[in-house]
Nanobody, 113 residues
Framework: QVQVVESGGGLVQAGGSRRLSCAAS????????MSWYRQAPGKQGELVAT?????TYADSVKGRFTISRDNAPNTVYLQMHNLKPEDTAVYYC?????????WGKGTLVTVSS
C-alpha cells in the first residue's frame, strides 16, 4: 500500500524557519524523484523543489529552502528559512518514478507578518 504523508506544517512568524517531512512507503522510493509542491489560496500550484540525482528549486525559494532525502527511512525534508507571508500555502509531497505518480494530502504552512 502506497503511503505519502507530510508533516511539520503550522503557524510561523515571518523570518522564522520550519522543516517539513514527508514519510513514504509502498513504492520504489530510492529510484523516485521526490518533490515538494505548494498551493496558496486562490493561486496556481507551484513546484517548490525536487531532489533526484540533483536538486532544483523555484526561483522564489532559492537560497531560503533546502530539499533533502534520507533513503533509510524513506523520508524527504524541506527545510525552510526566512519565511515570508507569501510562502503561506498547503505543501504537498510528490513521488514520481517510472509509471508512478504519488501524492500526499498536504500540510498547511501559515506565515504571519
Amino acid at each position: 500500500q502506497v503511503q505519502v504523508v507530510e508533516s511539520g506544517g503550522g503557524l510561523v512568524q515571518a523570518g522564522g524557519s520550519r522543516r517539513l517531512s514527508c514519510a513514504a512507503s509502498g513504492f520504489a522510493f530510492s529510484s523516485s524523484a521526490m518533490s515538494w509542491y505548494r498551493q496558496a489560496p486562490g493561486k496556481q500550484g507551484e513546484l517548490v523543489a525536487t531532489v533526484s540525482s540533483s536538486t532544483t528549486y523555484a526561483d522564489s525559494v532559492k537560497g531560503r529552502f533546502t530539499i533533502s532525502r534520507d533513503n533509510a527511512p524513506n523520508t524527504v525534508y524541506l527545510q525552510m528559512h526566512n519565511l515570508k507571508p507569501e510562502d503561506t500555502a498547503v505543501y504537498y509531497c510528490n513521488a514520481r518514478g517510472r509509471g508512478s505518480d504519488f501524492w500526499g494530502k498536504g500540510t498547511l504552512v501559515t506565515v504571519s507578518s
